[in-house]
């Protein structure tokens, strides 16, 4: 069956590179936690991605990521956590995590170092296997699960508003989760390695930006690339923007978005250029909200006397 072959295929790619999300631009904290924090916001996220549209037992990710600054002794702290959902098939991943990250300023820019502790769940539910042999001991015949501890480590450098880069690691530990009580089935999880970067370049109305954004994933046996682009308008009431997205020999995208006091919502499709269909791509949706939480900016919550009045 032509579904069996799709996800094994999509598998093996998880397992090197977990989820490619389409909008992984929007996702900065989640790809290399020492984004955590940056900006002075609260900055929350949820994302769900349905990929492989029209074939059975299809994948889906689901994610939810919130950071923000930590204001002790100075500004330069920044902690967040995250759940994660992902499904395929008969296999279920769930990834909670929390991360803190240290910035200090280096350069006109900052410079930011962060960890993150990681527990990881596996399931594999082997009662929806249709096997010729249901006694085959290489499957399970009903569910089973696993947990491990896991560590992810990452290093950024952002220039002020204009441009950043960074590497981050996940699965450092390369954990093995063993499924079941019996423990005999088991589930190896390799490091994967990323690099991150991006530029927006303004114009001279200042409305108009373009972002450009990419992230490279590896572990060193295989890799995936991923470049988008973004138009965006900030107006005096909401922002909106609009973009292409590219990852050579796997996809292209689409990407829309918009703004309005402080609520995200994006939309995104990814068109497979592999032989899957154009049509069986991935729908993304990304919904967040941001809010400024940097108390000690200048001028902020200052009061006149109204004895001075």
Same mark, same amino acid.
């Given at each position: 069956?032509?579904?069996?072959?799709?996800?094994?295929?999509?598998?093996?790619?998880?397992?090197?590179?977990?989820?490619?999300?389409?909008?992984?631009?929007?996702?900065?904290?989640?790809?290399?936690?020492?984004?955590?924090?940056?900006?002075?916001?609260?900055?929350?996220?949820?994302?769900?991605?349905?990929?492989?549209?029209?074939?059975?037992?299809?994948?889906?990710?689901?994610?939810?990521?919130?950071?923000?600054?930590?204001?002790?002794?100075?500004?330069?702290?920044?902690?967040?956590?995250?759940?994660?959902?992902?499904?395929?098939?008969?296999?279920?991943?769930?990834?909670?995590?929390?991360?803190?990250?240290?910035?200090? /300023? *280096?350069? %006109? #820019?900052?410079?930011?170092?962060?960890?993150?502790? +990681?527990? =990881?769940?596996?399931? @594999? &539910?082997?009662?929806?296997?249709?096997?010729?042999?249901?006694?085959?001991?290489?499957?399970?015949?009903?569910?089973?699960?696993?947990?491990?501890?896991?560590?992810?480590?990452?290093?950024?450098?952002?220039?002020?508003?204009?441009?950043?880069?960074?590497?981050?690691?996940?699965?450092?530990?390369?954990?093995?989760?063993?499924?079941?009580?019996?423990?005999?089935?088991?589930?190896?999880?390799?490091?994967?390695?990323?690099?991150?970067?991006?530029?927006?370049?303004?114009?001279?109305?200042?409305?108009?930006?373009?972002?450009?954004?990419?992230?490279?994933?590896?572990?060193?046996?295989?890799?995936?690339?991923?470049?988008?682009?973004?138009?965006?308008?900030?107006?005096?009431?909401? /922002? *909106?923007? %609009? #973009?292409?997205?590219?990852?050579?020999?796997?996809? +292209?995208? =689409?990407?829309?978005? @918009? &703004?309005?006091?402080?609520?995200?919502?994006?939309?995104?499709?990814?068109?497979?250029?592999?032989?899957?269909?154009?049509?069986?791509?991935?729908?993304?949706?990304?919904?967040?909200?941001?809010?400024?939480?940097?108390?000690?900016?200048?001028?902020?919550?200052?009061?006149?006397?109204?004895?001075?009045?």
């Amino acid at each position: 069956m032509l579904w069996i072959l799709l996800m094994l295929c999509s598998l093996h790619a998880r397992a090197q590179f977990d989820m490619a999300l389409t909008n992984s631009w929007a996702l900065q904290s989640f790809y290399n936690p020492a984004a955590a924090g940056l900006h002075g916001k609260l900055d929350v996220k949820g994302v769900y991605s349905m990929q492989m549209r029209g074939f059975e037992d299809a994948p889906a990710t689901m994610l939810v990521t919130a950071d923000l600054p930590l204001f002790f002794i100075n500004a330069s702290h920044g902690a967040g956590l995250g759940f994660m959902n992902d499904q395929a098939g008969m296999f279920t991943t769930k990834k909670i995590y929390l991360q803190y990250a240290y910035h200090q /300023k *280096l350069l %006109g #820019g900052r410079l930011s170092i962060s960890v993150r502790p +990681v527990l =990881l769940t596996e399931s @594999f &539910d082997g009662s929806e296997a249709d096997l010729i042999d249901s006694n085959d001991p290489a499957f399970a015949s009903s569910e089973v699960k696993g947990t491990a501890f896991d560590l992810d480590c990452g290093l950024r450098y952002t220039y002020k508003d204009v441009w950043y880069a960074g590497i981050s690691a996940m699965h450092l530990l390369s954990p093995t989760i063993t499924l079941g009580d019996d423990k005999t089935h088991e589930l190896s999880i390799g490091s994967v390695f990323y690099a991150t970067g991006g530029y927006k370049l303004k114009f001279r109305y200042p409305r108009y930006a373009l972002a450009m954004d990419g992230i490279l994933r590896s572990d060193f046996q295989s890799w995936r690339g991923d470049v988008t682009a973004r138009l965006m308008y900030d107006g005096k009431k909401h /922002k *909106l923007y %609009g #973009g292409l997205m590219y990852s050579p020999t796997v996809s +292209v995208g =689409l990407l829309l978005g @918009f &703004d309005f006091h402080g609520v995200n919502i994006g939309y995104s499709y990814e068109a497979y250029t592999g032989g899957v269909g154009a049509l069986n791509g991935t729908h993304e949706i990304v919904i967040g909200y941001q809010t400024d939480l940097n108390k000690f900016k200048k001028g902020k919550n200052m009061h006149k006397s109204v004895r001075l009045l």
